[in-house]
Each structure stands twice: as structure tokens, then as C-alpha cells.
């Protein structure tokens, strides 16, 4: 069995033998929900490549102590996967952010494109924002992670601009591309994006936008995947071409 793995503000400088308290709602959690006992082993991981296991020392209300046993630090994935999501209608943005977290996307970037049904104004922003956080945060300690990803503030079309042109390959997927995406070249370093668009589709003066800027438009194949779910097939097939998930 899986030991239960905790999400804490840093191990920076924690070293075998070394008492690490958890605080806050994440000790909330593990001793109120989980009913965490002194005793048991845990992982605990900042999100920034620090892992240690460690044998609970003592818990209380809202914090429990870990005594360290073992520790690492695993480098940053490369290359990096960023996702472009437009915003979805109902709680798919939620599913998108799950399995993008799971499958290990590094940035999550939700995009107010023109044709995107859901709109972020005001309080709604904020907590959408919110939510998307705290899904790719539970994700990522569900699968394990040690690098979190982040979910970056809402952008526009011309912050997604930006963003292609520092980008070591961006692809666009789109219905009536002729590039397949299994035709790129899949760079071994830098960042790499997808760019999803809304149930709506891409507008076209976006799209060109896209392309101008460097970014390639392409197809997945015949089948039409759901915005929510587009952003998985793609960034797994590239994945599978990276010594990420196994080639060298």
C-alpha cells in the first residue's frame, strides 16, 4: 500500500533525522479525516522537488509531527508541459485541470477565449481560480507528485501570444488542421504547449494570432475530443515520445 502523501511550504534543508511540523488544513485533514496516528509512515513533498518519508511523531488539533527517515530532491521534468485552457462550461474546467495534474502537466493556463461559454469576472474569478487550484493540488498529491503544478491567473488571447513565442514548440489543436500531431518533432528540453480551445472552437483572427507567433495548428486525428478532454490525449501522446514516460 501507498503511503499518504502530504503537501507542506518547504523542505528546504530538512535531512534525515530532522523534526518537520505540518500545519493548517493539510494536518486538519490527516488528523480529523484520515485519523493520522502517531506511529504511521507519510510522505511529505513542497511541491519544488524536496521528498521525505518519515514516522509520525505526535499529532493534535490541527498539526501532526514527522520525524524524517529518508530524503531527496528530484530534478524538474523536462522538457516542460504547459496547457492553454480555454474556459469550459460547468465543472469540466475542474476534470480538465484533474487529469492534465495527474498525467504531469507543469502549467496550467485558463484562457478567456472569445467563443468560451464560462465567463471569470469578479467573485466568480476568483473562486473559479480557486477551485482550479485546489483540484490541481489534490491531484497532484493523488498521483504523487513532487513537482506541483501551478495554475497560472486568467489570460487573454494576447497573454497566450506571448506565451507561444518563448515556447520551444506550442501546438494549437484544431478540427480542421492537416498537420497531424504525431508528425512534430518532440524537443527534448524547454517548454512545450497545447493549446485548447473552447467548446466553440478557436476563433479564426486567434488562431492566426497563434500561428504568427510560432505555433503550430494541428489535428489529433478524425474523432472531435471534448475542450476537457482534447488537453489530455494530446500532452500524453507527446509525453509518450519523451524519455518522460520511458523513451530515451
Avoid: C, Y
Avoid at 13 to 22: F, I, K, L, N, P
Avoid at 57 to 66: E, I, M, P
Avoid at 157 to 165: E, H, K, Q
Amino acid at each position: 500500500m501507498s503511503l499518504p502523501v502530504h503537501l507542506v511550504a518547504s523542505l528546504d534543508g530538512v535531512a534525515v533525522g530532522s523534526d518537520v511540523e505540518v500545519t493548517g488544513d493539510e494536518a486538519h485533514h490527516a488528523v480529523a479525516v484520515r485519523r493520522l496516528r502517531a506511529g504511521e509512515e507519510v510522505v511529505l513533498t513542497d511541491g519544488a522537488g524536496h521528498r521525505v518519508v518519515g514516522s509520525v511523531a505526535s499529532t493534535g488539533k490541527r498539526l501532526f509531527n514527522v520525524t524524517v527517515t529518508s530524503a531527496s530532491f528530484i530534478e524538474r521534468p523536462a522538457p516542460s508541459f504547459t496547457v492553454v485552457q480555454a474556459l469550459p462550461k460547468g465543472d469540466r474546467g475542474e476534470l480538465a485541470v484533474e487529469v492534465l495534474t495527474e498525467i504531469g502537466v507543469d502549467t496550467i493556463v485558463p484562457w478567456a477565449a472569445s467563443r468560451s461559454v464560462a465567463v471569470w469576472k469578479g467573485e466568480r474569478a476568483a473562486k473559479s481560480h480557486a477551485r482550479w487550484q485546489a483540484t490541481a493540488r489534490e491531484a497532484g498529491k493523488q498521483s504523487r507528485r513532487t513537482w506541483q503544478p501551478s495554475v497560472t491567473a486568467l489570460a487573454s488571447t494576447n497573454d497566450v501570444v506571448a506565451l507561444v513565442g518563448s515556447a520551444a514548440l506550442v501546438a494549437v489543436l484544431h478540427e480542421d488542421a492537416t498537420t497531424p500531431l504525431a508528425s512534430l518533432d518532440v524537443p527534448t528540453v524547454g517548454e512545450i504547449v497545447v493549446i485548447v480551445g473552447p467548446e466553440g472552437g478557436i476563433a479564426a483572427d486567434e488562431l492566426a494570432a497563434f500561428e504568427a507567433a510560432g505555433a503550430v495548428t494541428v489535428r489529433l486525428g478524425d474523432e472531435v475530443l471534448r475542450t476537457s478532454t482534447a488537453g489530455v490525449a494530446a500532452v500524453s501522446a507527446l509525453l509518450s515520445r519523451t524519455h518522460r514516460w520511458g523513451q530515451s
